[in-house]
């Protein structure tokens, strides 16, 4: 494979094992730099462990991941400066329940970055400000909806200025009529030349915003390209059949 | 909430169990002697306030209170460092984990009475020059420190594994440091769930200052002790009792409203 642009992301025969449970079966992505890469596959073929390998939440058992030109997953890493670089997103939003908004936001950027607070809050406020979240900065997270948490989530993300960000089924946990306006904050990410990796079951919108979809099935990619091939054209039986109940289900 | 019907009924019913409890007690046999050994006028009074040969219960509870603040505070901070310790993951730290472990079985396990002996008497048994004119109620606050530092750790600690895995990796994946997620994130979301339960074992550290009179300090109970065996009368014992239930019934009634709180808090989250 060869490496990817600039700020890429490169996985190699990544392995990734739970007890017995062997997630991820030697898996392969290259996603260059502003490049928008949708994981797509049914609950458990190993999408959100893949991301979570990514951000190093979990070690890898074997193989290797590339970020920016520098191997993450090698020893002696120190783990805290790579994640700073490398915003994620999960689909419960994640929230720190005992602060404001506000203080969600700041917090990474103090004490992780050593900014100090004014400047972290003025960098709160414009991201606030720009998704149209300005009024809630002084809200305790259990007095926002869904969709709120979820755009605040991804705003405390983006406040480490990180240059990729993986977001992990973040509309998987919303009612149906919030779904939209948080998948609108990820199209302008997009629009700007965000490097992203995004697990998701909304197909219709993987169709609209990826470079490149990867089906996933038990651990591995099991077919990758363009959108409008995957959802239209697939040549793997395992990606027709997954789409096929994906369309029965009313979903594409 | 009771309406005015209901609390016309409370009032009548409370009359009346506590009028035949009354009753019960006034015709038993024995009721007199214990009225005059327990419940003498004279002697709630004078052991309230001392005489020439006997301390004053209400001046030795002065002592208790000390003991308690004294206590309480450095409890709150050592059982916090024992607890973050035993938390602490990874094979290096592996000797500080099993300390904590060991410490809070063994203090957990031996009576708080044997622990007053061994400091109190032990310590000062030793011979060493320092702590020669270090005073006995200081060996008692060591005592108790040691003992609730062990129940007060495994409150943190149940505290600590309350907090949702999700929160260490939300804080972790912003590049937090395994310490600072602790101290911003976990640390702050177990120490609120935990006050109840806290207060309530220091309801028990505030009865258990009367134990350091073991080692000869003058608090409440010995206090009342004194007085009891230089007049044969029990009242003092009665006037003891009344002080520590007064000193503990603020606290019970604090937790309860935390804990009130606490349960309104959770139904208003359930119901967005």
Request: hydrophobic letters at 50%.
């Amino acid at each position: 494979m060869t490496a990817p642009s600039g700020g890429g992301i490169l996985v190699e025969g990544v392995h990734k094992s739970f007890g017995d449970n062997h997630v991820l079966r030697g898996i392969d992505v290259k996603v260059d730099e502003h490049e928008v890469v949708c994981l797509i596959g049914a609950s458990g073929s190993g999408k959100s462990t893949l991301l979570r390998c990514i951000n190093l939440l979990e070690p890898v058992d074997s193989g290797r991941i590339v970020v920016g030109g520098e191997e993450i997953t090698a020893r002696r890493v120190d783990v805290d400066r790579v994640r700073r670089g490398i915003g994620i997103v999960f689909q419960a939003f994640n929230l720190f329940p005992h602060m404001t908004v506000l203080r969600n936001i700041t917090l990474a950027p103090r004490e992780a970055l050593g900014i100090d607070k004014k400047a972290a809050e003025e960098r709160a406020a414009s991201l606030l400000e720009r998704f149209g979240l300005s009024d809630k900065r002084d809200e305790y997270p259990d007095r926002l909806s869904g969709g709120q948490q979820q755009r605040v989530a991804i705003v405390r993300a983006l406040a480490m200025r990180p240059s990729i960000m993986l977001l992990d089924e973040v509309t998987g946990a919303l009612d149906p009529e919030l779904v939209a306006e948080v998948l609108q904050v990820i199209r302008e990410l997009a629009h700007e030349g965000m490097t992203m990796v995004i697990a998701t079951h909304e197909m219709g919108f993987a169709r609209d915003i990826a470079s490149l979809v990867c089906f996933l099935d038990r651990g591995v990619v099991a077919e990758a390209g363009p959108p409008e091939r995957i959802f239209t054209d697939p040549q793997e039986p395992r990606t027709r059949q997954f789409l096929q109940r994906i369309i029965a289900a009313g979903r594409l | 909430m009771l309406g005015n019907r209901g609390v016309l009924v409370s009032t009548a019913s409370t009359i009346v169990v506590l009028g035949l409890i009354a009753l019960a007690i006034a015709m038993s046999p024995g009721a007199d002697i214990v009225r005059e050994r327990f419940f003498s006028w004279e002697h709630l009074k004078q052991s309230f306030l001392g005489t020439e040969t006997s301390p004053s219960v209400v001046s030795a509870f002065l002592l208790n209170i000390r003991i308690f603040m004294t206590a309480e505070v450095i409890i709150l901070v050592l059982a916090l460092v024992i607890a973050v310790v035993r938390s602490i993951p990874g094979p290096v730290f592996f000797p500080l984990r099993a300390m904590a472990v060991a410490y809070t079985d063994l203090f957990r396990g031996i009576p708080l009475i044997l622990v007053l002996y061994m400091i109190g008497f032990g310590v000062p048994g030793l011979g060493l020059k320092y702590f020669s004119s270090v005073a006995d109620v200081t060996y008692g606050i060591v005592a108790l420190v040691l003992v609730y530092s062990a129940y007060v750790a495994e409150v943190y600690r149940a505290g600590i594994d309350s907090v949702h895995e999700s929160q260490v990796a939300a804080a972790r994946s912003l590049g937090l440091s395994r310490w600072k997620s602790m101290r911003f994130v976990v640390l702050p979301q177990a120490i609120r769930r935990v006050i109840p339960p806290l207060l309530n074992d220091f309801i028990g550290l505030q009865k258990d200052t009367a134990l350091v009179s073991v080692l000869g300090s003058i608090e409440a109970a010995r206090a009342a002790q004194i007085y009891g065996a230089e007049n044969f009368n029990y009242a003092s014992y009665v006037v003891a009792a009344a002080l520590f239930v007064l000193m503990t019934i603020p606290l019970a009634r604090f937790t309860d409203h935390l804990i009130a709180r606490d349960r309104r808090r959770r139904e208003a989250g359930f119901a967005r």
